[in-house]
């Protein structure tokens, strides 16, 4: 079945710990993003990806890294720069890069700060 | 900033019911607009994507003025099932069209 996999599904970390989150798809598409929602709130974009090997920033980058050396991978680093990293983590991809097409998500992990 | 703003409700409704949800959109050079649901604690799933002549898929009915800056989902003969949060997307400008803007979602409640 094609889709979007993301592990592991709940993640605790301590404070002044990295974490990094795993972000794959089959559906060879070319754009991959990363979101992150706070209870009652919307998604807010941390990366994106349009192609292999370049990313740009998105709103709220600060305290994370991202790479992409292959189109179906885009996994997330919460660096212990991140101030406040608890939140539910949502990866999407599309078919056009930087083309205005839906979106397809993950299952999200959610993150605890211990 | 250009945003995407909705009721978060709660609107609670009985089963059978009609109910409506706008969205507003600030960025008047958007052209794709979508509705998406979210369960609790679930990813966003898409509803459906909205044209300009409007569109209707089952129960669910999505319009778009353009003049107004305005989308709208209306949700016919509810069903327990309905019950989610409803979240309209607009695609954004800066850096690429990909882009979406997701609303904080308009949160649906369908009682018995």
């Known amino acids: 079945d094609g889709g979007i996999t993301q592990s592991p599904k709940y993640l605790f970390r301590k404070e002044g710990q990295n974490v990094t989150l795993s972000c794959e798809q089959n559906l060879n598409h070319d754009a991959m993003y990363w979101y992150r929602q706070d209870p009652g709130q919307g998604l807010r974009l941390i990366y994106y990806s349009q192609i292999v090997n370049d990313f740009q920033k998105g709103d709220i980058a600060e305290g994370y890294s991202v790479s992409r050396e292959k189109k179906e991978s885009f996994p997330l680093t919460v660096t212990s720069a991140q101030k406040n990293p608890t939140a539910f983590y949502l990866c999407?991809?599309?078919?056009?890069?930087?083309?205005?097409?839906?979106?397809?998500f993950g299952p999200g992990t959610r993150l605890t700060v211990l | 900033r250009k945003e995407v703003e909705q009721d978060p409700g709660p609107f609670n409704v009985p089963e059978g019911a009609t109910v409506a949800f706008n969205c507003t959109y600030s960025n008047s050079a958007s052209q794709s607009f979508f509705w998406y649901r979210q369960d609790c604690r679930k990813e966003p799933k898409l509803l459906m994507s909205?044209?300009?002549s409007g569109n209707e898929d089952g129960r669910f009915t999505a319009q778009l003025n353009r003049a107004s800056q305005y989308i709208s989902l209306l949700i016919r003969d509810s069903k327990l099932s309905d019950s989610a949060t409803y979240l309209c997307?607009?695609?954004?400008?800066?850096?690429?069209?990909?882009?979406?803007?997701f609303g904080k979602g308009t949160k649906l409640s369908v009682k018995p």
């Open positions: 999407a991809s599309n078919w056009e890069a930087g083309g205005p097409s839906e979106q397809f």
């Open positions: 909205v044209y300009s």
């Open positions: 997307v607009v695609n954004g400008d800066g850096g690429s069209q990909g882009n979406l803007i």
